[in-house]
């Protein structure tokens, strides 16, 4: 077995003394599973205690409510008990998974004449992930994956599943993509399997690759594959569509993958979560960069795997996002909520890299997305976290020790400036 986190010791202990017939009863996975204290810890302490700003929530706020489309806020009284109560296909409402296609090729102008699958629906983009882990990841597999990431892939893939995860650093000396330890891993690799996790816009940093990235991730790939490992590629692409700087790549680096090499599978993770600003109707996609006509065993053994864990995503929630998705003013609502972010994406650019803080932070490059991550020159990320929240009311979210992340898609417009001054005052009390 792989090694218990203490975390999940704990927990372990905790059931063996008070219930010593469910800990006989918990599986090796259950013994290793347990609740990170990371951004859902922080998260669910900032509800409480951050009565200012709450800046740690992945979710888009004006005037301290959710962001929405009209067009899916207002349609309940008009659907029909079909729609909302019954049951869908396990993988996904056929029409839904059709609009998404559809979408896809539109918006990604490299998927035009791909071959590529109908998405499948999921109950969100962890389930998606999940599934991925479960169908094509054994204990021992190799993942490759960057330093700095959304912490879920490691209680997915390592914890849940046993993969041993070969990170390399995300930045250079240049603080652009670090290709040249990406290429590394992938040399240094000496199975006939890997799967690699790539996600841009990147969550926590907010980086965005150019095309000339893309392709030099896409040519690591085909070489390592031409040296006959097979490849799973994960794309994740839950801020899909958030790019504020015209020098990166518009659209998906799926699209520069798919059939890139016969050894290579590519798979596009993505979903109305943040696309949609539908973060609680946990609609989901998997789309496979291969043919439709050899799907079906794939689709098959993925529902199985939905069957035996959720049975499919919310009715409900998919008649929505299909119904919004076919309103006339849809991609207007949704533009007016791109500008909006795409402001305080810009304004606290600015703010940050103020050369009144130079000696405080670096800010990492961040063109796209929720978030904007700063690398503390002085004191623990923790401990700052903390006083922003317990005397200041501002939640922000620690990561590691030295970076802070603050999203500010959650973060009106005028309070931007107020927020990044608290966070100097509390990081010059560490100097």
């Known amino acids: 077995m792989h090694d218990i986190n203490p975390l999940a010791r704990e927990l372990n202990k905790q059931i063996r003394t008070t219930t010593p017939t469910m800990y006989s009863l918990l599986s090796d996975l259950g013994k290793r599973i347990y609740l990170p204290k990371g951004i859902l810890s922080q998260s669910a302490e900032a509800s409480v205690n951050a009565h200012i700003i709450n800046a740690t929530r992945a979710v888009a706020l004006e005037d301290s409510q959710l962001m929405s489309i009209n067009a899916s806020h207002e349609m309940m009284s008009k659907l029909s008990p079909e729609s909302i109560y019954g049951y869908p296909p396990i993988l996904g409402n056929t029409e839904l998974r059709k609009q998404w296609q559809t979408r896809l090729r539109t918006q990604n102008p490299l998927l035009t004449e791909a071959q590529i699958s109908l998405p499948i629906v999921t109950s969100g983009m962890t389930q998606g992930f999940s599934l991925l882990a479960d169908l094509f990841v054994n204990a021992g597999d190799t993942l490759i994956l ?32 670090n290709i040249k330890a990406f290429s590394q891993r992938l040399i240094e690799n000496e199975t006939d399997k890997v799967a690699i996790l790539l996600n841009f816009p990147h969550n926590p940093t907010g980086y965005a690759i150019t095309r000339h990235e893309a392709q030099q991730i896409s040519d690591a790939i085909v070489l390592c594959a031409e040296n006959g490992c097979n490849i799973l590629v994960m794309v994740d692409d839950a801020y899909a569509g958030f790019w504020y700087d015209a020098d990166v790549l518009q659209e998906s680096l799926f699209g520069m993958l798919v059939g890139c090499h016969t050894n290579v599978v590519t798979v596009k993770i993505d979903g109305a979560t943040k696309e949609e600003y539908a973060w609680g109707l946990r609609v989901g996609f998997l789309t496979f960069g291969l043919p439709e006509n ?23 929630s998919q008649t929505l996002l299909l119904e919004a998705m076919n309103s006339a003013d849809y991609d207007q609502q949704k533009q007016r909520n791109y500008e909006t972010l795409k402001a305080r994406a810009m304004k606290i650019q600015q703010i940050t890299q103020d050369q ?11 063109h796209a997305g929720y978030f904007i991550c700063l690398s503390l020159k002085f004191g623990n990320a923790e401990t700052v976290r903390k006083v922003l929240l317990n005397e200041h009311g501002i939640g922000t979210i620690a990561l590691n020790g030295t970076e802070l992340r603050v999203a500010y898609s959650c973060i009106d417009l005028d309070d931007i400036e107020m927020v990044i001054n608290k966070i100097a005052q509390v990081v010059q009390l560490q100097v």
């Open 294 to 316: 050899v799907m079906h065993p794939i689709e098959e053994k993925l529902s199985g795997l939905i069957r035996a864990n959720t049975s499919g995503a919310a009715q409900v």
């Open 356 to 366: 009144r803080y130079e000696n405080l932070w670096d800010v990492y490059p961040s």
């Open 146 to 177: 960057s330093d700095k990431c959304w912490g879920n892939y490691r209680i997915i893939f390592r914890t849940k599943t046993g993969a041993v995860i070969r990170a390399y650093p995300f930045f250079n000396s240049e603080m652009c993509l």
